[in-house]
């Protein structure tokens, strides 16, 4: 099994990030203590972006990966490989950023499985340790080391959801849609569009994350408004964009997609 692990120096530009409420107070303030944090919010609102601009800003590489269900814990901590005849160590993602001191983001922590992420509950208390079984010791995470994981509150099945004990451990900062008027910043500053249109976007993508009996498993996410701005700034008409890039991007169901086509021409 391959796994996408990312490693992303710290950028030399700032990312662009529009705050929403404390949230970065709230991470400057767990990196000060080294304490790990989790990320509440829906696909597509900025729980990656929002990492990486605090990792930039406190100058510390990242490594992310995204949780899936044939993660295993070798994935995560290292295997034996071999490599022309010889079997050699290679560490997996957590044990590089556990000796860089780095920051470790698991992304959609929910879809690894939990005999997975045990391996991260030492690390995620005062322990700060890993313990690397296959290699017969435990390592000590560098200054600087902080665990980050992210999850949506809002489509996990009950048993997915996190362990009581694995959540206990972390601070949570909830990160939701922006409000209004910094969605269309991002979503004008990301799409390269003007702020008329971002607008518009944005006043839509409102217009569907409140549906009453909504059937859609996901909202328009900034990400997606992003994706049909990107469109219009290549020269397509709006509602051609919207339709691509957010109508059909949210349902496959005949009647689900009139019903937002309808909603797209009430609301554009
Ligand atoms: P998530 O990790 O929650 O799925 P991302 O961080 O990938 O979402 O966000 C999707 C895109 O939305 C980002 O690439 C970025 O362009 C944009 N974005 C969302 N929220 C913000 C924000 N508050 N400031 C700047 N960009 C944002």
Redesign the pocket.
């Known amino acids: 099994m391959t796994l996408t692990a990312s490693a992303v120096p710290t950028r030399v530009a700032t990312p662009?990030?529009?705050?929403?409420g404390d949230e970065v107070a709230v991470f400057r303030a767990a990196a000060g203590r080294g304490l790990p944090v989790l990320l509440k919010?829906?696909?597509?609102?900025?729980?990656?972006?929002?990492v990486e601009t605090m990792a930039h800003e406190l100058g510390r590489e990242l490594i992310t990966v995204a949780g899936h269900e044939d993660m295993t814990s070798a994935d995560l901590v290292g295997r034996f490989l071999l490599q022309g005849g010889e079997t050699v160590w290679v560490d997996g993602p957590l044990t590089r950023a556990v000796r860089q001191g780095a920051i470790f983001y698991l992304?959609e922590v929910v879809e690894a499985r939990q005999d997975t992420t045990v391996v991260i509950h030492p690390l995620a208390d005062h322990r700060r340790e890993l313990p690397v079984d296959r290699l017969g010791t435990t390592l000590s995470a560098a200054p600087g080391f902080q665990l980050v994981i992210?999850y949506n509150p809002g489509y996990q099945s009950v048993l997915k959801s996190l362990k009581e004990s694995t959540r206990q451990r972390f601070v949570a900062i909830e990160?939701g849609f922006?409000p209004v008027d910094?969605e269309t910043d991002?979503v004008a500053?990301?799409a390269g569009v003007d702020p008329e249109t971002a607008r518009a976007l944005v006043m839509l993508g409102n217009a569907i994350r409140h549906l009453e009996g909504s059937p859609l498993r996901e909202v328009a996410?900034?990400?997606l408004l992003?994706l049909a701005g990107g469109l219009v700034a290549e020269g397509l008409g709006l509602r051609t964009a919207v339709q691509s890039a957010v109508v059909q991007a949210l349902s496959d169901d005949s009647d689900v997609v009139r019903a937002l086509g309808e909603l797209v021409d009430a609301v554009l």
């Open positions: 662009f990030y529009r705050a929403v919010g829906p696909t597509g609102c900025g729980k990656t972006r929002f992304d992210s990160l922006p910094i991002v500053h990301e996410s900034t990400r992003i």
